[in-house]
């Protein structure tokens, strides 16, 4: 590759890349950066978990029937003591069926808790995942709406050929001359 000889050796030197081909080159990769990161939040939007929690069961004991066995037993052992030691124990006894009606009742009452504990984070989890997928959503529209608006700008660019120039049809020849009067 040495020096040009002539003017005409320059012309005909093959040169860069004219700018509007180089940014054809630069919004094809647009375009492609665009639709794989698409593909990517689309992909991320399916991953999403959805969370899953049962009603809790609402778990009961008949409150009522235990009060009245726990007073059926101390009535009748209350009936067969015979000294003050005896009725000290029988009413302990009255203490503790009391106790464990209590300490029932406060198991079912954190069982329910924890049931209820549980629906609410599943519950925050769906409301999560929803938002991770609207979140996704926005953004696959957000790069449409890119991808769009680059392709817009490739079709402003294109030259097309310019269309001939109409013809002007030929007037007859009784309109070429204006007439005269005679």
Do not use: C, H
Request: aromatic residues 4%.
């Amino acid at each position: 590759m040495g020096i040009p000889a002539s003017v005409e050796d320059v012309e005909a030197a093959p040169r860069g890349l004219a700018l509007g081909e180089a940014m054809k080159i630069v919004r094809i990769i647009l375009l492609v950066v665009i639709v794989l990161i698409a593909a990517l939040v689309a992909i991320s939007a399916l991953n999403v978990k959805t969370p899953t929690a049962t009603a809790p069961g609402g778990a009961t004991f008949n409150t009522t029937a235990m009060l009245a066995a726990a007073e059926a037993d101390y009535t009748s052992n209350t009936g067969t003591s015979e000294n003050v030691y005896q009725q000290q124990v029988v009413g302990l006894w009255g203490i503790k069926d009391l106790v464990m009606i209590t300490a029932q009742q406060n198991d079912i009452v954190i069982k329910n808790q924890n049931d209820m504990l549980a629906l609410q984070k599943a519950t925050l989890d769906g409301q999560n995942s929803l938002f991770s997928l609207l979140k996704s959503f926005v953004l696959i529209a957000a790069l449409i709406v890119a991808a769009v608006v680059v392709i817009g700008a490739t079709l402003l660019d294109r030259n097309p050929k310019d269309p001939p120039a109409p013809e002007v049809a030929a007037l007859p020849a009784q309109f070429q001359t204006p007439p005269t009067l005679a």
